[in-house]
């Protein structure tokens, strides 16, 4: 992070013995923005060292072994001995963010494109507002409108209850449009207008310098805006968990109810004692998620430099 | 561009961790302004009591719990009591009240359930209200009543269409609660008489609107709710022939109910004794109480303790 402290240096004491005005407002500026650095990076410190301490400590003193956590297809936490299979979960966090994915992608995509090179004066003044309403949704709303709208039509529909993956990755999609538009869009708008220019005086087409030009330039941004959008998706409770059915199994079919992380975590949290082995290992989940969200940060940080390649 | 994107992300972050960290000291400050207030107060006994109430826990007696409290502060010999009531499940309350985090810790389980026996020593049970619940299901299962023995079938997955029980030829959905959860607990202990896993495919739910919701559309879908939420659009089902209403509760002709629980952590502060007592009071007793679908403590014939032994008073 760049801190805009560093362009102007402190002067010395003036002559006069005094300080000057300006290398006052300089110390006392640098001051506020490393308090704020600093508190900054002790939140996000103690916050990975909270969620590490009460995350490993099923692992490390209460018995559980890595193993099963990861790959357990069996979460009974009430049971005798209780089992904290979380691999039911993990995958529909997967599934259900990368289907998301799949489907907000394709569309996103689109919409920058067409707010970028087809209508941009319409797509600045009218479609971008739109969009970025969309991320101004609370998600609980995104989970009603999906349990009383998106469910009873998959339910109609399909065979099952209506209720699964596919219903949860519908909301979810909707959820992460702004978020892979906002980003393809600044993507395609940074591209030289030379590259564009130079494609059209060769007799190339639109279609033919979008598909074939424009596309495969911005394609590492538009991956960044795809994968914040899974990160999102992944880490999005409340919405998930209204229409997904939370039954901790791997589902059989997309319409046949499943969990989340996040969905488990939030529905037995409150119900769990602090300092009990179940609460424990909701804590090792959360540590997982956050673990994810590290490999995301990862992930993102690589496209972006391949784009400055 | 991106630069900017993530900038504005990391501002947005830090400006809600410094929010978080004020909201945080805040309340760690009025919590001890209010144990040192109502502390003092106990103490000039007489004058009106002041200070400052936090209960925490079930989502089931949070609206109550609320009503009251409200009702309770505008009362003029209480002005200077605030009650704040917060949900969050019967965990949550059970734990914040045995560390000292709230003054109040809603449940709809004893704690003996939940904590250990050392834990669970050091804290008072006032049980403020019954809470009976009904197994609901879809208009169309065709089946009003339902032996023990047809519900254990059909919530460990041995009956799997409701022909099995006599109904309709309808897959059968199970609307469950969380495994962990208070209401799931008392519907096990009593309707059942055993504990039952999630099964492939059933859902789950914590909020009672949301079970309500799903089982009211999705055909063949069995769930359990408080006697508080029935309605026309799902169909309550009688067990072993007895119709779930209040005078089968109290005399537990009906067995399928348990108490809401508020537990001090040793004698309750003089706010806090103040609001609970509140709350036994006959007028809320028979006013907010039962309009909110619970059943008066006082009304019950017969006590249970936290092992499930009934006895006639």
Known sequence: ?309 | MKGDFFEMKMKKTLLTTLALAFAFSLAACGNNDNNSNAGSNNSSSGAAVSGQVIAVGSSALQPLAQGVADKFMAEDAYKNVSVTVQAGGSGTGLSQVSDGQADIGNSDIFAEEKLDADKSAELIDHKVAVVAMAAVVHKDVGVDNLTKQQLVDIFTGKATNWKDVGGADQAIVIVNRPSSSGTRATFEAFALGTKTEDLQGSIQEDSSGTVKKLVAETPGAIGYLALSYLDDSIVALNYEGVEPTTDNVTTNAYPVWAYEHMYTKGEPSAAAKAYLDYIMSDAVQNGDVVEQGFVPVSSMKVDRDAEGNVTNK
């Open chain 1, 1 to 309: 992070m760049n801190l805009p402290v560093t362009n102007k240096q402190g002067g010395p004491p003036g002559k006069s013995g005094k300080w000057g005005k300006h290398v006052i407002e300089e110390a006392r500026g640098r001051a506020f923005v490393y308090f704020c650095v600093l508190l900054m990076v002790v939140t996000i410190f103690s916050i990975v060292f909270f969620i590490a301490s009460r995350g490993l400590t099923p692992f490390i003193s209460q018995g559980v072994s890595v193993k099963d956590m990861l790959f357990g297809l069996k979460w009974k936490p009430e049971g005798n001995p209780p089992l904290f299979g979380a691999l039911p979960f993990l995958f529909g966090s997967f599934v259900t963010s990368v289907l998301a994915a799949l489907i907000a992608a394709p569309l996103g995509f689109c919409a920058s494109i067409f707010m970028t090179e087809i209508m941009p004066k319409f797509g600045r003044t009218a479609l971008q507002p739109a969009i970025e309403l969309l991320a101004g949704i609370p998600s609980v709303v995104y989970g009603f409108v999906g349990l009383s709208v998106v469910v009873p039509f998959l339910r109609d529909v399909f065979p099952g209850q209506g209720i699964g993956i596919l219903a949860g990755a519908i909301v979810l999609s909707v959820m992460i449009l702004p978020t892979v538009t906002t980003i393809g869009t600044d993507a395609l708008r940074s591209l030289p207008s030379g590259l564009k220019e130079g494609s059209y005086a060769l007799g190339a087409t639109r279609w033919q310098t979008i598909y074939r030009l424009i596309l495969p330039t911005a394609l590492p941004s538009l991956l960044t805006g795809v994968v914040l959008g899974i990160a999102r998706a992944f880490g999005e409770a409340l919405a998930v968990q209204m229409v997904i059915g939370n039954a901790p199994h791997i589902p059989r079919s997309l319409f046949e109810s499943a969990t989340t992380l996040t969905s488990i975590i939030t529905l037995e949290m409150g119900n769990t004692t602090s300092g009990s082995l179940h609460n424990n290992a909701l804590w090792s989940l959360a540590l997982i998620l956050l673990l994810m969200t590290f490999l995301f940060v990862f992930v993102v940080r690589m496209l972006e430099r391949r784009v400055k390649r």
